[in-house]
């Protein structure tokens, strides 16, 4: 049974170029969350989703930012306009029920050049 | 608003010593995790604590955790060298979503040979 699964491993982006991050969770999985971690600390919360729908965004900077997870494929974290303090490692995590154990993936580290 | 606070945020220890790191988290949660993070890696979950008193033990780690403290301990005995990494205490945060956890600064474990 294959964890969750993140791409790209590593992705450079240019100020002002968009970054698209996904994951696709563990089979069975319906439940979505986004984390990042900045250098140095601890991971934040972003988003949790299900399928289709967005359950909490509290974590979610108010622009630039937004997540889907839809009926078919993986979860994405979309950022638009990147600046370098985007910079920072993204992971993402999926659980089974709504308060099963969480499994990391092994994180998306985007660079803003 | 939920707060995890870990101390110290970096040791440094012998091969062969003993030591304790703390989470304090300031409201009540229900569930108290351990996760090790090696550098560039993903999470790996430790432990699970769910109720007060428990204690959980995995090798050279043991944790604990005092609800009505609102404090957990990870106990590390006869430090060696593998378990340098970073470990982080995560509690549940609710107003939103169950899982939403709420992460530690981290603790930066250096295992001296």
């Known amino acids: 049974n294959a964890g969750v699964m993140q791409n790209p491993r590593h992705l450079v982006r240019r100020r002002g170029q968009e970054a698209r991050l996904r994951c696709s969770p563990m089979k069975g999985h319906s439940h979505v969350y986004w984390y990042r971690q900045l250098p140095e600390e601890g991971l934040k919360f972003m988003v949790y989703l299900q399928k289709e729908n967005i359950i909490d965004e509290s974590g979610m900077p108010k622009e630039r930012f937004s997540a889907e997870f839809p009926k078919e494929g993986p979860s994405i974290l979309r950022i638009q306009q990147v600046v370098r303090g985007d910079s920072a490692a993204y992971f993402c995590?999926?659980?089974?029920?709504?308060?099963?154990?969480?499994?990391f993936g092994n994180g998306t580290r985007l660079t803003v050049t | 608003e939920l707060k995890v606070e870990q101390n110290p945020l970096f040791l440094s220890m012998q091969e062969g010593k003993n030591y304790t790191i703390y989470c304090n988290y300031s409201t009540t949660s229900d569930r108290l995790y351990w996760y090790r993070q090696d550098p560039g890696k993903s999470l790996e979950s430790l432990f699970v604590?769910?109720?007060?008193?428990a204690v959980k033990q995995e090798g050279r780690l043991m944790a604990s955790l005092d609800t009505k403290a609102r404090l957990s301990t990870l106990h590390i005995t006869a430090a060696v060298h593998d378990l340098s990494a970073t470990y982080f205490c995560?509690?549940?945060?609710?107003?939103?979503?169950?899982?939403?956890?709420?992460f530690g600064t981290g603790t930066l474990l250096a295992v001296q040979p």
């Open positions: 604590l769910l109720s007060n008193g």
């Open positions: 995590a999926s659980s089974q029920q709504y308060n099963s154990p969480l499994h």
């Open positions: 995560a509690v549940e945060g609710y107003g939103g979503a169950t899982n939403k956890l709420i």
